[in-house]
């Protein structure tokens, strides 16, 4: 495929990334905060769909809405207008069925309990037996490369391994949708690029649908199958560009000429975004 060529969808195409059987359908996603210096409008007329099984990054400048949308999706905001489905159901209906494991900015695991204890949390909240969560715990430590510091505390680890460790408690029970909210920015670049190789086989291995929101061009680039890049806000979405890249991604496709192409487009993109009038 020639990348430089692909067809590019703008927003009054409604944004759609092809999607046959859709995890994620969001139409017409608008979404508005009133403070007290007035209204905000984080999102405007965003639509979408993200099939089952993509890696599905968000790109945009900072305040644009990338992370709002995220939150929408998890039914942690709610949109002023426009609708969100999940798995043919609502936000709330999904969250309610436990649909999604999501993975913040920071690992925020409880300092006092054991890396397998945090990871277990999620499982003793909704009540799996013992047994069955020492076994998920043990999966779950071995799908991150944990096995071994389960009796572990979180200020023993690096910050590498407690986000690792934060990915394996919202894969604990099984979810279909992961959804991960710039879980690496924090990190040095090394930990960063090592991270990144690890999801992208987690991923192969797990098949979830991924939500991931990055500001890193070079990653998102990485793990996508597709990036949906956004503008400053009010958050509109300037482009979707499919990642046809090998799956099976080693760190030194990153010098390749499809790799840099694909690259270009996003950050061509996101200069547009900040010329977008609406």
Same mark, same amino acid.
């Given at each position: 495929?020639?990348?430089?060529?692909?067809?590019?969808?703008?927003?009054?195409?409604?944004?759609?990334?092809?999607?046959?059987?859709?995890?994620?359908?969001?139409?017409?996603?608008?979404?508005?905060?009133?403070?007290?210096?007035?209204?905000?409008?984080?999102?405007?007329?965003?639509?979408?769909?993200?099939?089952?099984?993509?890696?599905?990054?968000?790109?945009?400048?900072?305040?644009?809405?990338?992370?709002?949308?995220?939150?929408?999706?998890?039914?942690?905001?709610?949109?002023?207008?426009?609708?969100?489905?999940?798995?043919?159901?609502?936000?709330?209906?999904?969250?309610? &069925?436990?649909?999604? !494991?999501?993975?913040?900015?920071?690992? %925020?695991?409880?300092?006092? *309990?054991?890396? =397998?204890?945090? $990871?277990?949390?999620?499982?003793?909240?909704?009540?799996?037996?013992?047994?069955?969560?020492?076994?998920?715990?043990?999966?779950?430590?071995?799908?991150?490369?944990?096995?071994?510091?389960?009796?572990?505390?979180?200020?023993?680890?690096?910050?590498?391994?407690?986000?690792?460790?934060?990915?394996?408690?919202?894969?604990?029970?099984?979810?279909?949708?992961?959804?991960?909210?710039?879980?690496?920015?924090?990190?040095?670049?090394?930990?960063?690029?090592?991270?990144?190789?690890?999801?992208?086989?987690?991923?192969?291995?797990?098949?979830?649908?991924?939500?991931?929101?990055?500001?890193?061009?070079?990653?998102?680039?990485?793990?996508?199958?597709?990036?949906?890049?956004? &503008?400053?806000?009010? !958050?509109?979405?300037?482009?979707?560009? %499919?990642?046809?890249?090998? *799956?099976?991604? =080693?760190?030194? $496709?990153?010098?390749?000429?499809?790799?840099?192409?694909?690259?270009?487009?996003?950050?061509?993109?996101?200069?547009?975004?900040?010329?977008?009038?609406?």
């Amino acid at each position: 495929m020639d990348v430089a060529a692909a067809p590019k969808l703008k927003p009054d195409d409604g944004g759609k990334a092809p999607a046959a059987d859709a995890a994620i359908e969001i139409s017409g996603v608008s979404l508005r905060f009133d403070t007290a210096d007035g209204p905000v409008e984080a999102l405007s007329n965003v639509s979408l769909k993200v099939a089952r099984g993509e890696f599905v990054s968000f790109i945009g400048p900072s305040g644009c809405g990338k992370t709002t949308l995220l939150r929408a999706v998890a039914d942690l905001e709610t949109p002023t207008s426009g609708a969100i489905r999940v798995n043919g159901m609502s936000p709330r209906e999904a969250r309610a &069925s436990r649909a999604y !494991g999501y993975v913040f900015q920071a690992p %925020a695991l409880y300092p006092w *309990r054991s890396v =397998a204890r945090n $990871i277990a949390l999620p499982l003793e909240v909704m009540g799996f037996a013992k047994a069955e969560r020492e076994a998920r715990v043990a999966k779950g430590l071995e799908l991150v490369n944990l096995s071994g510091f389960g009796a572990k505390f979180p200020w023993q680890l690096s910050g590498g391994m407690q986000q690792r460790a934060s990915i394996a408690r919202a894969l604990s029970f099984d979810p279909d949708l992961l959804l991960m909210d710039e879980p690496f920015g924090a990190l040095d670049e090394i930990v960063r690029d090592m991270l990144n190789q690890q999801l992208l086989r987690l991923w192969d291995v797990t098949g979830k649908t991924v939500m991931f929101v990055t500001h890193s061009i070079p990653e998102a680039v990485f793990l996508s199958t597709h990036i949906v890049v956004m &503008s400053p806000r009010p !958050g509109r979405i300037i482009d979707v560009i %499919a990642c046809d890249l090998p *799956r099976d991604r =080693a760190l030194d $496709i990153r010098e390749t000429p499809e790799f840099l192409a694909i690259a270009n487009r996003v950050r061509h993109g996101l200069r547009e975004g900040h010329s977008y009038d609406g």
